[in-house]
């Protein structure tokens, strides 16, 4: 939909009115985002969230005829082309920290209409995904196993935004190169760790240090983590150095939080209100 | 049902004063056709009612001669051996009743039958069809007496605590002076409030609050011994304070005396009760049966709601054994329930159920009787789609996914977190099954929580682990809560979790420890004699990809195991 308008805004240019269908795509757009979270919080004023200063009013990633392009969080944007994912995409994790890159991943792409659902992650701290920022009203967990595994995951791939696979699935090549069939068409973000088959990006983890923990005293702070990319539209191998976690369990780069130490920092306070 | 106080209705109360004695009366006398000549006439004659052994009713004349209620039934007999004893018996009484309903539903609609002996119905448009409240009155009396045969009495007024004090009398009590009117009455009065068990729609337990059983008399003694003698003193205090000394039971009570009345819960509740119940001819002992009976069910249950234009958000289950023993189970629902999510949670039910019973659980005979019964029904004009963009539409996709997923592998197929509060990193978060009732939260405070970033994976199954110091003997945390000395190895004993050698901890092999944190004592439940003491400590080991690896360790009667890792 969000095309078609623009389109429309672009061939009536040369009208008397040129701003009026772009201020009706404003309006509709901004209608459809009240609605949105109406919706999501029950018409009701659920939380107060806080956000830090310019993280508000982010690059919306458009449509560009490549498709939908769901975000990536911030300090990963440098390993992806154009910043961003397209949906329907997938992409491979390896390496030391694979949980907490697929969820900080997953939690960026699930953005704030998104489901997302978990597979095959027996042992995933749930605390550390919340923590993380993933909406548990729109979080669901499929244990997959039993028989009906394939055709469960294939239900999952149609139906969510975003599609998470642990490291403890053992897929059967046919199975994911399926899997990745349905989410192409579905428009779905599959994120995954150790696949059997290929993946449009993979992304390799490395841990560098962690922070925060002395000789019997302190406790764990953040962890120094580099994440390199290999993949579609990647020329050679692309490196960013991030901290995951930093000390709320998010993820943050590794420079901002230097810089953050030394001035502080604005908080805007964002009110969800229904 | 807080202390928020509506507008109040302009109520009729209907009443037909000693109902049980009259409803026995009325069985005794049909069972005896032969003595129907004999009319008995409870003013006169003396009848009494026992339940239990005691006695509940007794007639003018029982009670001049001195049979009282709450007399044993011997005490009772020997203070008036000539009266006719009854026994009570509840379902007589509420279908016998259903007569006076009926004979009140010819003048006006919207009878609530609040409990057998007394009904309630709005008063406003009956009056004004009958032309006054007055007539109205008048009309309802003749109905009862005509159709039925008994006298019964009306009472009108501004509410239904005033209007049911009003019935007795045959008052109607002007309006906005209802609490004028409920004043001077004795706070025993408050014994006939509409509230407490065994009011409310055909005894059933509200659907919004957790029925706690309220004792009247209790708390009429208790308001006596405070001083308070009358409605107009309990009316007289400050309803945030009442509510803060006594709770939300007496609140209610506190707001019925002022003359107003408690705000309906924002729920519907339909006059008519709507449920669909099915006996089954032949027991169900397959799984394949339950889908076969569960759909008509189900469709039953629909056309039943599209009719009143509802939808159901929570819906119960209820399916009784040969044995007698009924298992129910509450499903809720952010939606609207479908005919195929109702059919899928009888199935899943039942399923369960046969389940248990194959694995050689607790024999309980196979299943009699399926019912579904909503809880809380809301009107379907609020689950409309959306007007502007793609509100909801993500969710509906993820919804329809998921049910098809629970509809092949079982309820458990699709789970969703729900915070539940915990000591351990484990028991924080519980998974519960899409669409079923979510555990409630056990409120904290937890002290020895983990502090952020927490392990991005927790064992729900602890691998054992040995730490080592520096000259190889085992470090332990002492009753002090320290180290016995600082550990300089891990050692991953047991073979075979995956996520461990990713992180590459092999078993069989040790690791030197680079840093690690003080152990943090969790004392759970020392109280009870389930209680254990355990110590958790985070450590940095590095592994064997040569890379610092986080974990967390937790140390429990003197053997380490990890809780976590951070990966």
Redesign the interface.
Known sequence: ?GMNLQMATRETVHTDHPDRDDRLARA??T??????S??RWGGRIDRTALRTVGEGEHQDPSDDGLGTRLSVPGPLSELFPRGSLRAGSSVAIEG?????VL?SLAVAAAGE???C?LAGM??????????AGLD?C???????H?E??P??LS??A????VLVLG??LDLAPALWRSLLGRARTADTLVLAA?PPGRADITLRS?????AG???????????RLAVSATGRGIAGNREVEVLL?????MIASSSSARDASSEVRLLQPVRKAG | MMSVGTPATRTVAVTVPDWPLLAALDRHQRRETEDAAVAIDPATDPVILLDQHRVTHAGAAAREAGALPGMKRRAARAACPEALVLEADTESESSLFELVAAAVDTIAAGVDVLRPGVLLMSARGPARHQGSEEALAERLLDAIAELTGWDAAVGIADGPFAALLASPRGRIVRAERSADYLAPHPITALRSAPVGPGWGHRGQPSATRPERRLDLAETVDLLQRLGITTLGDLAALPSAAVADRFGPDVATLHLLARGEEPAPPAAHHPTQPIQAETTLETPLVRTDQAAFIARPLAEELHTMLVERGLVCTRLRIVARTEGGEEMERTWRHDGALTVADVVDRIRWQCDGWITRSRLGGPATGAITRIGLHPLQLAPAGESAPALWGSAGEAAQRASRAFARAQGLAGEDAVQVPALVGGRLLADEVALVPWRSEKPARREGPWPGSLPRPVPATVFRELPPITLQDADGRPVVVTARGLLSAPPARLLVTAPGRAALQRAGLRAGSAYPVLVHGAPTVIDERWWAPGGARSARMQLVVRGASDEETAVLALSRTGSWALEGLYD
């Open positions: 939909m509709r757009a209608l459809g985002a009240a609605e949105r109406a919706a030391a920290a694979s949980t907490s969820l209409d998104s489901w659902a027996p042992d995933l701290g749930l605390r550390s995904a919340l923590d548990p729109r979080l669901a967990h499929a244990p997959t039993g009906q595994r055709q469960v239900a999952l149609d139906g969510v935004g490291p403890d150790t490395t841990t560098r240090s962690w923990l002395g000789a019997g005293s302190g406790r764990l702070r953040t962890r976690p930093q000390v709320g369990g």
